[in-house]
């Protein structure tokens, strides 16, 4: 009777989780499938003949500066959004963890999911509003006095660390509120106790406790915005090529699908090796405590 009354349980769990199976089998295992295989083809077998394996698509990428250019460039707004959201969403992480009041967490959970709510597309063109060479900002600026030309705030890296910093610093603050909302408050508040300044206690009981979450949100935001498309499109204005950028080139004006499915290999496999490194990070975290 147990015996069949566990089977009867596992062919129920295994119904249970038959769907999600298939769901991520069809949107997540084969999109990714189609896309390795494409980027080690000659062409679309679908529509050309004599279609035959080759890694050229990944020779052409690694022969041309140009394209490790673009990849750096692609890195390096990742690390700049990831250091503006973590130092601006720490902070605010941190208030909304360790204040008392319901009412004000509400308020501050609010503030921080509204955007949310906005899409990607309607906040960015609100920054373009801001940062453009005719937009609030220069002409304030002009209009006190303080500059002669317009700033050079959009068509760069600059503006695209913006936009995307405002895009994705919920997520850092969700990511942080509640491994931060997880630390005995009262640690800290020993520390002060036993002589220690409340900054020196944050920086050597609260920061080192933290440093999962730091790590968790910081590899969030980083995937994130180095898989942004929209931003970097409407904020660099082709002035400054990221990958997801070069891909979308790839695919509408040079019809090179296959070689853009090797671009996107890469960037998944940038996204897999962050992760790896978290794991070991956390794993590593974990030890010390």
């Known amino acids: 009777m147990r015996a069949a009354s566990g089977s009867d ?18 949107f997540f295992v084969l999109p990714i499938g189609l896309m390795a295989v494409m ?13 035959t394996f080759t890694a050229s698509h990944y020779a052409r990428f690694a022969g041309d500066w140009y394209n490790w250019e673009v ?34 967490h509400a308020i501050l959970l609010m ?10 597309v309607v906040r960015t063109f609100a920054w373009m509003t801001l940062l453009a060479d ?10 006190l006095g303080w500059i002669e030309s317009p700033l050079p705030l959009m ?38 106790s036993l002589g220690a300044s409340p900054f020196r206690a944050f920086l050597e009981v609260t920061l ?8 968790a949100g910081s590899l969030l935001v980083f995937s994130l915005a180095i898989s942004s498309y929209v931003t970097p499109i409407l904020m660099g204005g082709f002035q400054v090529t ?25 960037l998944l496999t940038i996204s897999l090796i962050l992760v790896a490194a978290y794991n070991r990070a956390l794993v590593s975290v974990t030890r010390r405590k």
């Open 9 to 26: 349980a596992g062919s129920l769990i295994g119904l249970l989780i038959l769907p999600c199976a298939i769901l991520f089998a069809l």
């Open 39 to 51: 980027s080690v083809l000659t062409g679309n077998p679908v529509v050309e003949e004599d279609v």
């Open 71 to 104: 990849l750096w460039a692609t890195l390096r707004i990742g690390l700049w959004t990831t250091v503006a959201a973590l130092l601006i969403g720490y902070p605010i992480a941190h208030l909304m963890a360790r204040v008392h009041s319901r009412a004000l």
């Open 111 to 120: 503030a921080v999911l509204t955007p949310m709510l906005t899409g990607i």
């Open 134 to 143: 005719n937009g609030v900002i220069n002409q304030t600026l002009a209009a």
């Open 155 to 192: 068509y760069n890296e600059f503006g695209i660390v913006v936009g995307l910093t405002h895009i994705f610093i919920p997520y850092m603050v969700l990511t942080l509120t509640g491994v931060i909302g997880r630390i005995d408050s009262g640690l800290e508040q020993a520390a002060v």
């Open 208 to 215: 080192p406790l933290s440093l999962p979450g730091i790590v």
């Open 242 to 266: 990221t990958l997801p950028v070069m891909i979308y080139q790839q695919v509408s004006s040079s019809f090179n699908v296959s070689y853009a499915a090797a671009l996107g290999m890469i």
